[in-house]
């Protein structure tokens, strides 16, 4: 049991660097070293991130011949801020492709969510509650950068989406195990506000310690996983990090005494797509041919709150 398939989807819309320099007054190099593929994917009108979550399901549907009837689990996650108040993402995708008989809602744990929903997903499958379930991880993430007030570390957060069917049905990549903590320290430091009729996050001033919390928590749930699945770090075949910041991921690699060729960097290609990220550097894996059976891979994802995790797959 396991991963089965996944899919991904960006916004069709595109932001520059240079257009995040103008509309912030920005330095034009700080910019570039926070998005240094020079631009990122945002939703173009009449997009949204439900509906890239929806194109990436049915993608994946298709591919794997999967009857919406079959499925019995539809898990939205994200960071909550779905675009509609008072209102189920999951369950809209659900009648849009035609699921009617599945429990359908939402997970929020911000860029931590994506590997939280794959093993609430899993468990599900593994316990016989149903046979397919989806998983379906997507934010606007770029919508909610308030730009004129120059919070220039999140001038890289862009839009896009992940589908995932978890299955017991020819998985590929089975879910060993997961950990993860929350620093509850560090709670209030971003903040969303309501200005304007629209959703933006500002940071108030502290934080200190967030840096080497980032390590200190991969760095403990890393080792805390590989004891719960019998495996050491000369096993890992790959650790994937969200990709916020290169720094942090760098430092984290060579913490644990990682090679950087064990890891994938995609700052140069794509802004951060928050809980999709380690799926998108997951299936760059794919596409360049590096995944073996029985490789490890682990997925080192954070979110706001601030939460840390550690997911353990193994490639089947």
């Known amino acids: 049991m396991g991963i089965t398939d996944f899919a991904l989807a960006t916004g069709s819309g595109k932001v520059t660097a240079e257009q995040l320099a103008r509309e912030s007054g920005c330095d034009q190099d700080k910019v570039n070293e926070i998005l240094p593929a020079g631009r990122l994917s945002a939703l173009a009108p009449g997009e949204s991130s439900w509906s890239l979550g929806r194109d990436a399901a049915a993608k994946v549907l298709a591919r794997n011949g999967v009857s919406p009837e079959d499925i019995g689990l539809v898990i939205y996650a994200g960071s909550s801020e779905w675009g509609t108040p008072f209102w189920s993402p999951a ?18 744990n911000f ?67 997961s950990a993860n903590r929350t620093d509850p320290t560090f709670v209030d430091l971003y903040y969303g506000e309501v200005r304007e009729n629209e959703v933006k996050v500002f940071r108030r001033e502290g934080g200190e310690g967030l840096g080497e919390a980032f390590i200190t928590n991969f760095t403990a749930l890393t080792e805390q996983v590989l004891t719960a699945v019998g495996r050491g770090l000369a096993d890992v075949a790959y650790l994937l990090v969200t990709h916020g910041n290169r720094n942090t991921q760098v430092n984290l690699l060579d913490t644990l005494g990682l090679p950087h060729e064990r890891s994938v960097f995609n700052y140069e290609v794509e802004g951060h797509l928050g809980g999709a990220d380690p799926l998108l550097a997951l299936e760059d894996l794919e596409r360049a041919g590096r995944l073996e059976s029985g490789d490890l891979v682990l997925l080192a994802t ?5 939460t840390w995790g550690v997911t353990a797959l193994q490639v089947v």
């Open 111 to 177: 860029c931590n969510a994506a590997p939280t929903a794959i093993r609430i997903a899993d468990d599900q499958v593994k316990a016989g509650a149903c046979r397919y379930a989806l998983v379906v991880v997507a934010d606007r993430l770029s919508e909610l950068v308030d730009r004129p007030g120059g919070l220039v570390e999140l001038f890289n957060f862009a839009d896009g989406a992940a589908a995932v069917l978890v299955s017991a049905e020819k998985p590929r990549y089975e879910v060993l195990a």
């Open 91 to 108: 369950a809209k995708i659900a009648q849009e492709l035609g699921i009617l008989q599945a429990h359908c809602y939402e997970v929020s």
């Open 302 to 306: 954070a979110g706001s709150g601030f």
